[in-house]
């Protein structure tokens, strides 16, 4: 058995180092949208500076984020990151109506990638009857057009970044699109030097985990290769809790792999209990810990006590420990882990990682 487990690992391991077996798989180019992360970000700034808020913008009590999908992660890392900064409530909403709380004091980000997503389209349109304060971020559709008769600030990006076209790879687009919108109504601060910052550390980890660093010195290549098989479920706190959202949601669209999320320390008050049965976890589940040396020195020693109760139940876990020295830039490591790692996933599987047919099929079918 030993023999054997090795003998898949070599292969898992040449595969990944297998650059034109990656390019046969990568049929859409998934990983020149990865690669292309801090492009993205560059290219939304820019055109951020472009967009004129008005200045009633600035006198709200709320903000809510209309999305879905892959329109909505930016949201959730924000939410996570400037939990100390952010003054006012950040609510999310995946839905087709706009909050009853909404009204002329809230800040309502409708963002949707495509421009057309069919909730975002009707949850805009109740929140303008509920007579809020409203931003448009997406690359055309229904939307732009919309914001555009309405005289609604708008941001229109180019997706020129993206060349595999699926939402939850333009996150530069959505995360740092929806950063800037709100720094530009004053909501948060996103200084020159830590835009220079995000995209150095952006930089840095595209290089670390890409696909031309060999598995034998790349995190990314090593975490997909030791969680092959599993389902995988990601385990974060505080600032990283919009990573572990973001991280889950790749995996599932691009590897095709059923996983999920939990935070700690909440996952300590119920979650452990549930670890041991059905008996089938202690070989189909594999928990991935993203830790940092910035959590609460309390919910530090919650991780050294979770891995204990894990390991006495035989349940299996892999951990990252961050190594930037910001929160933010945190994120930005691993925002590039996430997406490596599920599209090296996608690769084990022999899949191509952009095409959904079961979303496709679900959207066709609601039209009808």
Known sequence: NTHNLRKIINFLTCMLDDKAKITQLDSKNMLGSIQLLGKQVAEVLAIAKQVKIPASYKKINSIVVLGMGGSALGAHLIKSIFLETLK????????????????????????????????????????????????????????????????????????????????????????FGQIALLANAGVLKFSPAEIKNCLQTIAKYNYLFGADNPEEKNPAKQLAT??????????????????????????????????????????????????????????????????????????????????????????????????ENKKLLQACEVLVLGSYVSFYSAMLQGIDPTAIPLVDFFKAQLKK
């Open 88 to 175: 006012i409530p950040v609510e999310i909403v995946n839905g087709y109506l706009a909050p009853e709380f909404v009204n002329k004091n809230s800040l309502v980000i409708a963002s949707s990638y495509s421009g057309s997503t069919e909730e975002i389209v009707s949850s805009a349109a109740d929140a303008k009857k509920k007579q809020a304060k409203i931003i448009v971020i997406s690359s055309g559709g229904k939307l732009a057009d919309w914001a555009k008769q309405n005289k609604i600030p708008a941001l229109i990006f180019t997706t020129n970044n993206n060349p595999c076209g699926s939402p939850r790879m333009g996150l530069g687009y959505s995360i």
């Open 226 to 323: 030791s969680l092959a098989g599993k389902s995988v479920w990601y385990l974060a706190s505080e600032h990283l809790a919009g990573n572990a959202h973001i991280a889950a949601n790749q995996m599932n669209e691009n590897a095709k792999r059923f996983g999920g999320y939990f935070i700690v320390p909440e996952m300590n008050h119920h979650l452990m209990e549930g670890t041991p049965y059905p008996d089938s976890n202690k070989n189909d589940i594999k928990f991935v810990l993203l830790e940092s040396q910035l959590y609460d020195k309390r919910v530090q020693k919650r991780y050294k006590i979770s891995k204990q109760v894990l390991d006495n139940k035989n349940i299996q876990f892999d951990s990252y420990q961050c190594q």
